[in-house]
């Protein structure tokens, strides 16, 4: 008797267990990623967007996708910032790749994000091919490039399950990077940061935010590649480069008017910014030869912005000096 009480209590707690994943897959993971949106409070004005911008069908179908996506006030501080007064005042295009742009193909969960880049469905105007790259950082939390601060944004509450995906909810509409903005973004890049932005140089950060000259290819040395210059130069920082030199080593790795992805990199001379060529080889691997024949290998490609395409560099060029 004893035996046959005990494998009916067992039978009624698998009946309950099973039950009760029925009841959490009906309330949640049977909604896609429109209806958990649409079923938000907080985030109307997604709904909103989405319905403008033609896109609600797009994450109501069976294709896996991660959205970030903003909130109510993620959008009102959108709109104030670039002088909007109400959603219908966006143009249709530009709020198409918007919201793209806080798109990601494929189901990754806070857990499977790593710091690094992953690639958007939304596209600048620097490439009709190549779409737009985040920035993700996992260090504190999940930030996306760079944050708020950054026209970025930060992962607010993680892992809203969708049949056919999953939503993580963010404090910012992230803008369309411009390369100065991935710059920021990439923690790597901040001696690169601190040398575009020195006192004495030219507005770097309002000419490759903008777009004239544009589009830019940029080759972007890390710090470890700053950092091995500065012992190279046998120089104690970098405020101890002259202004005339560190302009013209900056314009050294910025090539105007063309967005040139890797695939597209061939053999040869490169005229740049500066005035001056470098030279391209691609037998085992790219790699670059600049004016004093020190060659830098390109170790990341393809990191696609709005208005231009970065290609990471693990040695600073030198232009004739």
Do not use: W
């Amino acid at each position: 008797m004893k035996t046959h009480l005990k494998k009916i209590a067992l039978l009624g707690l698998i009946a309950l267990f099973i039950s009760c994943n029925d009841d959490d897959g009906d309330s949640t993971t049977s909604q896609t990623i429109t209806e958990i949106a649409a079923g938000n409070p907080n985030l109307t004005s997604l709904v909103a967007a989405l319905d403008r911008a033609g896109l609600t069908a797009t994450l109501d179908g069976n294709t896996e996708y991660t959205v970030f996506a903003p909130t109510n006030a993620a959008f009102n501080s959108f709109l104030q910032a670039n002088n909007f007064a109400t959603l219908q005042d966006v143009p249709v295009p530009l709020l198409q790749q918007v919201l793209l742009n806080h798109v990601v193909s494929g189901e990754f969960t806070s857990g499977e994000l790593s710091t690094g880049y992953v690639k958007t469905l939304g596209k600048g105007d620097a490439s009709a091919s190549n779409t737009l790259s985040m920035f993700v950082n996992t260090a504190n939390g999940v930030v996306l490039n760079g944050g708020t601060t950054n026209g970025g944004a930060s992962v607010t509450t993680r892992d809203v399950q969708a049949k056919n995906g999953v939503v993580h909810i963010v404090d910012g509409v992230i803008g369309l990077p411009t390369v100065v903005n991935h710059a920021i973004a990439n923690p790597n890049f901040s001696i690169l940061v601190q040398a575009l932005t020195r006192a004495d140089q030219p507005d770097f950060v309002g000419i490759l935010s903008g777009t004239a000259n544009s589009p830019f290819t940029v080759f972007a040395p890390t710090d470890t590649a700053f950092g091995d210059l500065l012992t190279e130069l046998n120089a104690p920082g970098l405020s101890a480069i002259a202004q005339a030199t560190l302009e013209k080593t900056l314009k050294y790795h910025v090539v105007t008017g063309a967005n040139v992805l890797s695939t597209s990199l061939s053999a040869g001379p490169v005229d740049t910014f500066a005035g001056e060529e470098f030279t391209v080889s691609l037998t085992d691997g790219a790699k670059i030869t600049d004016a004093n024949a020190r060659v830098s290998t390109i170790t990341y490609t393809d990191v696609q912005a709005s208005n231009g395409v970065i290609h990471v560099l693990n040695k600073v060029l030198l232009p004739s000096l």
